[in-house]
């Protein structure tokens, strides 16, 4: 019995496996001054964490990523229960998720340490030096549907950047973030990464008490976070929701698009924020790409011992799901499945053609498996219709011409492209993630994501009396005489554009 399990009944999270609806574990759930004590506890164990400076910081979150690594089955199996995503899938969450920390450990030093900057021809005088300080405690709230590489995302590289972290994992999947918690507490032993366990109240407490919030879950929740995180001033980095777009020009490898636009779309059943909700196909080949996408569906397993994907995590995800098929199938035609493919909560593959562009299915995050595959003219408006919604997290562009590639990746709003695959940049730890418009602001992973957990501070040292030295009261006529000179020699010469 773990501590979690001696929570009493009253205020409690219980999980459920949504496979078969067992109880997986109780939490406690945290209020009051549970959440104050938690980020009390952080506070000091910030401290002591931002005293160890890089050197120790990189050891200790290499040590804690391998004990992460020796419990990955585990781990995995948690995951699996809590999600109801195969247990595959939980493993490789695990493997990203390690890389992005092995990642943050190992550059924080390069990318934060204090760094010279030029301090330019008039101010020789000045020494100017651009460092980044770690926040204090930065409070990390998660979605149910990574739950270790989405949250872990912040986590890591706020700890790298030198922050304390308290963590308040989703309700249905509290366990990863315990679990967490645990193998810090082996291998390093401070109270620098708290898990606290709880509901939608226990995270917008923590955002009233923190020095810096990672949210990540859906843009309805992040407007609420913002709003109260507003009244202290207090930052926030937004991982939102997305309508994502997969784009294939007349020239794109079919098979490879046809392969990705179904891991793209029905990999964990859909609940993926960069998963693939929308493709616009070149008329020329839309016959042929749609073919290829029934062709593979139709080999999905979704029951059984070994399916590719499990059941909803969230039961009232199914609605949702049900309500964007009704709707695509009112102006598009299935190619694969339809209504009665959203009979439980394991949810079959849909395919659905041409639908409206202005429907709920087209216009708003879907995170089941269903994809509309909707026909365009040319690539020029594919891209104008992948930019057509609310939301810019990532999109996906197939074709083998490199400068076409190049010039829609340009074009679309989105804070992530990938080119010839989906998700390609997931375990590329040096590319920030993050999104623009509905689906968020701010960085994580990458230079970037840990910048994003910093407090710049610049420091100018003067070395010696300036020249001219105006930064005093008892500057002369003759000081001004020349900054009068100087003024027009220095920003008055520049000539007005060619066209
Ligand atoms: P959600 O918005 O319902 O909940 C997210 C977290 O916020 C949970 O921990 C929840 O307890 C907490 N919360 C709820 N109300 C709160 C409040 N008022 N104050 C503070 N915290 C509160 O999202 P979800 O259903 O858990 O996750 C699914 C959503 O997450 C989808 O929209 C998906 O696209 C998005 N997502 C985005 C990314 C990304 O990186 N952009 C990654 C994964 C998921």
Redesign the pocket.
Known sequence: MTLADQAPAAQQVTTHNPVDGEPVGHYPLAQGADVEDAVRRARAGATWWEDQGFAARRAHLLHWKSRIAAGAEELATLISAETGKPHGDALLEIMLTLGHLDWAAKNARRVLRRRKVSAGLINYNQHATVGYEPYGVVGV??????PLY?PM?SISYALAAGNAVVF??????PGPAVWLAERWAEAVGHDVLVALT??????????RSVDKIA????????K??MS?AAEQLTPIV?????KDAMLVAADADLDSAADFVVFGAMGNAG????GVERVYVVDTVRDDLVARVVERVERLRIDGPDPHYGPMT?PS?VDVVRDHVDDALRTGSAAFGGRDSVAGRVVGPVVVTDVAEDSAAVQH?T?GPLVVINTVASLDEAVERANATVYG?GAAVFTKDKGAATRAADALRAGVVTINSVLGFAGVAALP???VKQ??FGR?HGADGLREFCAVKSVARQTRRAALNLLTMERTDKDMHTVARMIPMLHGRAKPPRN
């Open positions: 709230i998660g979605p149910w549907n990574y989405t995302g308040k994992p989703s309700e249905l999947t709880g509901d939608g109240a226990t995270g917008a407490q923590l955002v949210f990540t879950g859906s843009t309805a929740t992040a609420k976070v109260v937004a991982e939102c929701g997305g609940q993926t924020c960069v969230m995800q995050e995170f997290l993630f993050g999104g689906s968020g994580i």
